[in-house]
């Protein structure tokens, strides 16, 4: 069994600018990390592997700039096999749309996989609409929000999925791609041998040509969508701060304030 | 190329939850009337049901102008390649310019593969929608990077111009039971209800009746709450409200409460008209899942705790103290 997990690199610190000219992010001289939704991906696909034994190869893609290699590396510590970054300046300034047609023209070219992890989203652009998109594009079926991996055959996987209310459980015919949520494992730290691994692995680099996507499909000219405003929201409220010297008047004023605010 | 000028009107994506039609689609109507009214349009409802007939008249009272219905067995449960098939067949015979649906898990999951279908651009998660009358374009306004920054996006060449909106962005309009509109029952063969998927189960989640996303009222506990058994009091309370309960990643780590009550980066984002942070220390990552709240209440102990920066009213004390006595006078003044 083949599986591909899709990684993205984000920005580490929580402090992040834009181009406002663009509106795309600046990336550069910032410190990143691999998406921590995307962790639970990568190890839901070497829990797969450790339990369906050496017959499962795991390949990390990832679309970004060339620093993303280390988010990729960091996958292959935890257990994965090989990787590869897409990378180009072409890509630049995708939306989701052209971005998981990148994806997905590069998982065709790398080979058939029989299922492909993401995460639940990105924790920088926040949309989680890129799995799904590549599935569409892959003309493969998406399970989203899985919380629980139930049983895998050669040919069908039945999972749970979190939703609002509860659980809910559905088989799918594979290939198939699955997006997971927080709930469905605990993340590894890697080990030692997984680091050394990792820094003796060389992640193979696609480009525009090497994928053989057309420019008019890929970055901001493949992009339906524009960004034409960027804005900073001010997110502090400088509301009633107040001391709980003795709770019950405490409590009455809070009373008052929810009253005025027509709360209660 | 194609044409833009034979798109018309505003569609909205309605959901079916235990065979009723969900409140979110009358929400959704709300979000989508403004915007028909700016471009002079039709609004519409898309319902997809098993059996779904008695509700479609209250579509048309919370707002829709046209109402497309489509009834089917296999439509009973949430299959993702049939209701995108079907969302195709129905966008490419009718033609709308924008489709609105609501960024529920339901929502988020059919409206990139239809996007992708139709080749067109969708912007998740808005908090905002309007119209450019200039251009007669959708103005997209979203949060990312936990909110630290705002988008606005248009699509100008693609169509319809697909969005999600956040629950709870908008509260339904009244509804007026004079209102008339069209119901266009729609058919399609069996081959369209071919699917991949098998749904199995639902087992649902003893902790919640209401689903965060869609309460107006959160009573959330962090690590200021010291003990899962604790929570019991923040139930309390939020069933006085009639709302949810939230938690903190530290609580859910702790295993205090189900990540399904997660807010934030790594849990759900969450807009209700009322928050109340108890004992939660209001780390970025945590304010990034509550920040558009309408008013937020906290209680914490540390004065210096980031989460009474982003607080309409913010009491320094002991969550486990204070708690208590509230739930007290709210359900002395109730009686």
Not at chain 1, 123 to 138: M, R
Not at chain 2, 115 to 123: D, E, M
Request: proline share 5%.
């Amino acid at each position: 069994m083949r599986i591909a997990v899709l990684i993205k690199q984000v920005p580490a610190t929580d402090k992040v600018k834009m181009d406002e000219k663009t509106g795309t992010m600046i990336r550069s001289e910032m410190e990143s990390e691999l998406n921590p939704l995307d962790m639970y991906a990568v190890e839901e696909a070497v829990r797969i592997k450790e339990r369906l034994g050496k017959k499962v190869y795991i390949t990390v893609i990832s679309m970004g700039p060339s620093q993303a290699v280390e988010a990729i590396k960091d996958a292959i510590s935890m257990g994965c096999d090989d990787g590869y970054l897409l990378s180009d300046r072409q890509f630049a300034g995708a939306d989701t749309f052209a971005t998981a047609y990148t994806l997905s023209a590069a998982i065709r070219k790398i080979r058939r996989f029989e299922l492909v992890f993401t995460g639940e989203r990105a924790t920088d652009g926040e949309t989680g609409q890129v799995g799904p998109s590549v599935a569409a594009q892959l003309d493969i079926p998406v399970v989203t929000y899985v919380s629980c991996v139930e049983k895998i055959t050669d040919d069908t996987i039945r999972v749970q999925r979190l939703i609002e209310g509860g659980h809910e459980t559905i088989e799918v015919s594979l290939p198939a791609l699955l997006s997971v949520v927080k709930e469905i494992n605990e993340p590894r730290i890697p080990n030692l041998a997984g680091k050394m691994k990792a820094k003796s692995t060389t992640v193979l680099t696609l480009t525009a040509d090497q994928i053989g996507v057309s420019l008019d499909k890929t970055g901001l000219s493949g992009s339906p969508t524009r960004v034409v405003k960027m804005f900073y929201p001010k997110l502090s409220r400088d509301g009633r701060i107040v001391k709980a010297r003795d709770v019950d008047t405490v409590v009455d004023e809070l009373i008052e304030f929810m009253r005025k605010r027509k709360l209660i | 190329m194609l044409d833009i000028t034979e798109y018309k009107g505003v569609w909205t994506l309605g959901e079916v939850r235990d065979e009723k039609i969900s409140p979110i689609s009358y929400e959704l109507l709300a979000w989508g009337r403004k915007l028909a009214n700016a471009l002079n349009v039709d609004l519409a409802s898309v319902i997809m049901g098993k059996d779904v007939k008695n509700e479609l008249n209250k579509l048309v009272h919370f707002g829709a102008d046209v109402v497309y219905v489509v009834e089917h067995p296999k439509l009973e449960h949430f299959l993702p390649d049939v209701h995108a098939r079907i969302l195709e067949a129905l966008v490419k015979e009718f033609r709308p310019e924008i489709f609105i649906a609501s960024a529920t898990t339901y929502g988020r999951t059919v409206m990139p593969i239809l996007s992708a279908k139709l080749k067109t651009g969708l912007t998740a998660d808005c908090t905002e929608l309007n119209v450019d009358t200039q251009e007669k374009l959708l103005l997209q306004t979203r949060p990312a990077i936990g909110g630290n920054v705002m988008a606005t996006i248009k699509t100008p060449l693609h169509r319809p111009q697909m969005a999600t909106v956040r629950p709870k962005g908008k509260k339904p309009m009244k509804p007026n039971m004079t209102r008339t509109g069209k119901i266009i029952f729609k058919e399609y063969s069996e081959k369209m209800y071919e699917s991949k998927y098998k749904w199995l189960s639902f087992e649902r989640d003893k902790t919640s009746d209401l689903p965060i996303q869609e309460a107006d009222v959160i009573i959330a506990g962090g690590k200021g709450i010291k003990d899962g058994k604790n929570f019991s009091m923040l139930y309390d309370l939020a069933n006085i409200f009639g709302g949810s309960v939230g938690a903190s990643r530290s609580a859910v780590d702790m295993g205090w409460i189900p990540y399904s009550h997660q807010v934030g980066l790594s849990g759900k984002t969450v807009s209700p008209r009322l928050y109340i942070a108890a004992g939660i220390s209001g780390a970025v990552q945590h304010v990034a899942g509550m920040s558009s709240s309408e008013t937020v209440v906290a209680i914490n102990t540390d004065p210096d705790a980031p989460i009474f920066k982003v607080a309409d009213f913010g009491i320094v004390g002991n969550a486990l103290e204070i708690l208590p006595v509230l739930l007290k006078k709210l359900s002395e003044s109730k009686e």
